[in-house]
């Protein structure tokens, strides 16, 4: 059974560039949730999807949106990308009755 | 945004001893976690609490939800090269699943010496 799966692992943008990174979530789960952590920092709350809709949104400009599929998996984009979004950008899954388990990551490196 | 405030920042140990790291908070959560991250990996989650006052073992790893729900300690026993790595501690105003957001400490850098 895969946990949760990123794709991709590494990527190099340069600013202004648009982005999008990708989510399956560990199966049997349908939340899927997104955090951006910077190096040295604890993850910071994007977004949280269910039922294919933005659940709960943390403080994080318009140039960051999701989607969510009916299979559960999930997508991120940025765009107009800046220097500062340079981090690890994390998928998290679970149920509301479950709590949530991470992936591997994408690194996102802007240039 | 706003993090947990989380501590030590870093620890050096010898292979054996035990270490304790703490985390604290100005508000209530209802759930409690602690994550392990390796470099260039994801956090993998230790431990979930989702009662005041509750005690929960994980093999070496023991950790507590505070009482007044403000705060969570994570205790690792005999540590081993193994535990190498960034020990995070998360809350949520959720009590269960993964209906609401985690907010997270900064982490503590544990580095133990053979």
Redesign the interface.
């Known amino acids: 059974d895969a946990g949760?799966t990123q794709s991709p692992t590494h990527l190099i943008k340069t600013r202004g560039q648009q982005v999008t990174l990708r989510c399956s979530p560990k199966s049997g789960?349908d939340?899927v949730?997104w955090?951006q952590q910077a190096l040295?920092?604890?993850?910071?709350?994007i977004f949280?999807y269910y039922e294919e809709e933005e659940r709960?949104r943390?403080?994080f400009p318009d140039r960051f949106s999701g989607h969510q599929f009916p299979n559960y998996s999930s997508e991120l984009n940025v765009n107009a990308l800046l220097l500062g979004d340079s981090a690890l950008y994390?998928c998290?899954?679970?149920?509301?009755?479950?709590?949530?388990?991470?992936?591997?990551?994408t690194?996102l490196l802007v240039l | 945004g706003q993090q947990l405030n989380q501590s030590p920042q870093s620890m050096f140990i010898q292979e054996g001893e035990d270490v304790s790291m703490n985390c604290t908070s100005s508000s209530i959560f209802n759930t409690w976690l602690w994550y392990k991250q390796d470099p260039g990996e994801g956090p993998v989650l230790l431990i979930a609490l989702y009662k005041a006052g509750e005690l929960t073992s994980n093999g070496r790893l023991t950790a507590q939800f505070g009482i007044t729900r403000k705060d969570s300690f994570l205790n690792i026993s005999a540590s081993i090269p193994s535990d190498v790595g960034i020990y995070f501690c998360a809350g949520s105003r959720w009590s269960g699943g993964s209906n609401y957001k985690l907010t997270f400490g900064k982490g503590t850098l544990l580095t133990v010496n053979p």
């Open positions: 949760v789960h939340t949730s955090y040295g920092q604890g993850p910071q709350f949280q709960q943390g403080n994390l998290a899954s679970g149920t509301d009755q479950e709590t949530q388990y991470f992936g591997p990551g690194r």
